[in-house]
């Protein structure tokens, strides 16, 4: 199994809140995504890095920040959260873009009361 | 934007029987298309993926083909057996946007 660790695996909070979500790779992959799965609308891209200090918006960004300091490290943020961002977080990695196998952590439960 | 359209959402089989899950994809520029496997309570998992310069790829039970005219591919097992049950996913890469665009998911159930 690819090297990635999803922290915490399970989330409970309140709306209004703050939260970080934390992925870790030790394959060293250049590209790191955040994905959140809800039913119906399968994996959808929240905010994804191209390298350290390189991250863009995927189609569903707002509410949703992101960083990577590090090779290794890619946090995802809800600076403020909303019942609606109650989901499953999957962080996932690939040596590139689009075009190879993207390798996908055990995901983040998140439910915000 | 990019698009890709998966059916059917669920899919009961018996054991032993086929099943096939479709695909269709907006992007005429995309060109690598792999399927995923998820458990549940788990990531999904690459079981097979196709590149645009073929047409068909098989690896034991599993199948996939890719009709680029028609920007559309499938997902065949066959023999299916219980641990097959999972939700599967599509997706499409390499085209405008550089990144995977996954569809909506199919649940199948092989019933014993």
């Known amino acids: 199994d690819a090297g990635i660790t999803q922290s915490p695996r399970h989330k409970v909070t309140e709306t209004g809140t703050p939260v970080t979500l934390r992925c870790h790779q030790t394959?060293?992959?250049?590209?790191m995504y955040w994905y959140r799965q809800d039913p119906g609308h399968g994996l959808r891209l929240i905010h994804y890095?191209?390298?350290?200090?390189?991250?863009d918006k995927g189609e569903v960004s707002d509410g949703y920040s992101v960083s990577r300091s590090k090779t290794e490290d890619f946090l995802l943020t809800l600076e403020s959260a909303t019942s609606s961002q109650t989901s499953v977080y999957f962080c996932?990695?690939?040596?590139?873009?689009?075009?190879?196998?993207?390798?996908f952590g055990q995901g983040t439960r998140l439910t915000v009361v | 934007g990019e698009n890709v359209e998966q059916h059917p959402s669920t899919l009961s089989v018996q054991e032993g029987d086929s099943a096939v899950i479709k695909c269709t994809y907006s992007?005429?520029?995309?060109?690598?298309f792999p399927w995923y496997k998820q458990e549940l309570g788990k990531g999904p998992q690459l079981i097979i993926d196709?590149?645009?310069?073929?047409g068909e790829k098989k690896d034991q039970r599993i199948a996939v083909t890719l009709n680029k005219t028609a920007k559309h591919f499938s997902l065949h097992i066959t023999e299916t057996q219980p641990e097959d049950s999972a939700v599967y996913f599509c997706?499409?890469?390499?085209?405008?946007?550089?990144?995977?665009?996954f569809g909506t998911g199919t649940l199948l159930a092989v019933q014993p």
């Open positions: 992007d005429s520029a995309s060109n690598y």
């Open positions: 890095s191209y390298g350290v200090k390189d991250t």
């Open positions: 394959e060293n992959h250049r590209y």
């Open positions: 996932a990695i690939s040596a590139s873009s689009g075009d190879t196998e993207a390798f």
């Open positions: 997706a499409g890469g390499g085209g405008a946007t550089n990144k995977l665009i």
């Open positions: 196709i590149r645009s310069n073929v």
